[in-house]
């Protein structure tokens, strides 16, 4: 038995249309688990049209049925949702978690030098294909931190924040892990290779491979996972960043 794990950042920017080829090109792939990034309230009747969706926090009206396909968690308060077969997978808990607060911000272009709070989406499943449950989480880290792999030193109330961040989101690994579940998590670091301590990262012996935004080998997006990946694919679809989808057995 395998599982295949896809992560997508799906441009806030694009247009429905668009945004809908990203989405099917990610599912064409057959993934037993996804995690978007960039996928705001605002397209929920779009994720609708692949599977019934619980928010979180839940809001009368929101959390509706859609077809038999995906079993999606799509929070509120940010851009990250998490999916899984519902052939496969059955929903035990839906949760966001806060990762780091309004703040101040280096960034040149922020607006009033303020940062926005990032949070991680969470859903608990127990899969019906092995006798486990497995918790997936999708993030997306701060931005505007990083440059060939490296902190960028001037900015440290961002590198402070993504420290945090990579910090809290480690910890929801280890408290998942020790209460038993397969965790993954998935998601865009926003910095080159990030590794996140008790779960292993696709890109281990691959590291010369493509990378997931621009022409070089440079790796924001990632599926971190318990043990190396087997098999690694990149998707280009009409977002900036390419998808990718990761298989391990389990």
Known sequence: ???????????????????VVALEQVLAE???LVGLQEWYIS???????TG??????ALL?????????YHWVSSVSCGNVVGARADRFDLIRADDVLLSGIGRSDRPDRFLSTEPPRLVTIGLYADRAVDRTVAIMSYHLCPGVEEHGRYIADRPLLIARHRQEV???EQLIARYQRDGHVVYAVGDSNFDSQRLAGLTSSWVGREDAPGTIGSRTRKLDDVHGPGPATEVKLLST????????SVRGD
């Open 52 to 57: 019934d969706v619980r928010t979180v926090p």
């Open 1 to 19: 038995m395998q599982t295949k794990v896809a992560s997508a950042n799906i441009l806030y920017k694009l247009g429905n249309r668009d945004a």
């Open 167 to 169: 910090k809290r989101l």
């Open 30 to 32: 057959e993934p037993d």
């Open 61 to 69: 009206g929101l959390s509706v049925p859609g077809p038999d396909r």
């Open 238 to 245: 009409p977002s900036d960043h390419r998808a990718l989808i």
């Open 43 to 49: 397209r929920l009747p779009l994720l609708r049209r």
